[in-house]
C-alpha cells in the first residue's frame, strides 16, 4: 500500500545523545513534512520540504535539523536530544490536485522520550 | 496567524446516536480542509478533503461542511458505532503563494458507547 512509513516506531534517548528519524514515502509527493504532537498542544510544524532540494523552518524548529535526501526521503535529526523534546513525531507528505493521495498523508509516528 | 479550534474537547454519545463535530478557523482565505481521525498511540487518518470552492465532501456515513465566509465546518457522523471511537482532527491549508503547511485543531476525543 502506498504511504509514508516512518522508523524507527519508539526511541529512548538520554540527554545530549543525538538521532535521526527517517521517513520515506512512495507516492511521488513533492512535499514532505515533519510535525511533533504534544498533548495539549496539538500537532506543530517543525520542518518542511516544498521539493526536493529545498527546506524551510516551521513553527518549532529550534533544536532539530532536516535532511531532503531526494524525493522520496526526509530525516529529522535531534543533534543533542533534550527532555522537552520528548513527544510523538509525524512525518507527513502532500500529494497536489490530480497526484495518487491527494491531501496530506501521515505516517504512523516515532514516540521519542528523552530521559 | 491562522488559529483551528474545535468544540467540544470531549464527546460521548450512544451508539447509534447522529453527532456532529465543530471547527473553526480565524482567516477564511483557505486552500482547503482536511478531516482527520486519530486512534491512541496511532497515525493520523485522512477522512476527508474539502476544497476551498465546494460546500460538502461525503465518504460513507462522513459528510463535512465548509462555511468559509463564516470560518466554519462540521463533520457530521451518521449512526455512530463503537469503532468510530477517537480522536478527530481538523486541518486547514492557506491559500495562497508558499501557504504550504497545515494548521491543526488539537481535535475532538469521541467515545461511542456500545
Known amino acids: 500500500n502506498a504511504g509514508v512509513t516512518q522508523t524507527p516506531k519508539f526511541q529512548v534517548l538520554k540527554t545530549g545523545q543525538s538521532m535521526t528519524l527517517q521517513c520515506a514515502q512512495d507516492m511521488n509527493h513533492n512535499s514532505m513534512y515533519w510535525y511533533r504532537q504534544d498533548p495539549g498542544m496539538g500537532l506543530r510544524l517543525i520542518y518542511y520540504?516544498?521539493?526536493?532540494?529545498?527546506?524551510d523552518k516551521g513553527e518549532v524548529p529550534n533544536g532539530y535539523n532536516v535532511s531532503r535526501l531526494n524525493k522520496r526521503e526526509f530525516s529529522l535529526r535531534l543533534e543533542s536530544a533534550a527532555p522537552s523534546q520528548t513527544s510523538v513525531y509525524f512525518c507527513?507528505?502532500?500529494?497536489?490536485?490530480?497526484?495518487?493521495?491527494?491531501?496530506?498523508?501521515f505516517g504512523s509516528g516515532t514516540r521519542l522520550t528523552v530521559v | 496567524k491562522q488559529e483551528v479550534t474545535q468544540i467540544p474537547a470531549a464527546l460521548s454519545v450512544p451508539e447509534g446516536e447522529n453527532l456532529v463535530l465543530n471547527c473553526s478557523f480565524t482567516d477564511s482565505a483557505i486552500y482547503n480542509l482536511q478531516w482527520f481521525r486519530q486512534d491512541p498511540g496511532k497515525g493520523l487518518t485522512s477522512l476527508l478533503l474539502i476544497q476551498s470552492s465546494q460546500r460538502e465532501q461525503t465518504s460513507g456515513r462522513l459528510n463535512a461542511s465548509l462555511d468559509k465566509s463564516s470560518g466554519r465546518s462540521t463533520l457530521y457522523i451518521a449512526a455512530s458505532q463503537p469503532g468510530d471511537s477517537a480522536t478527530y482532527l481538523c486541518?486547514?491549508?492557506?491559500?495562497?503563494?508558499?501557504?504550504?503547511?497545515?494548521?491543526f485543531g488539537k481535535g475532538t476525543k469521541l467515545s461511542v458507547i456500545p
Open positions: 520540504s516544498a521539493s526536493e532540494g529545498t527546506t
Open positions: 507527513a507528505s502532500r500529494g497536489a490536485v490530480g497526484e495518487l493521495n491527494y491531501g496530506y498523508t
Open positions: 486541518a486547514v491549508r492557506l491559500s495562497g503563494a508558499g501557504s504550504y503547511q497545515l494548521t
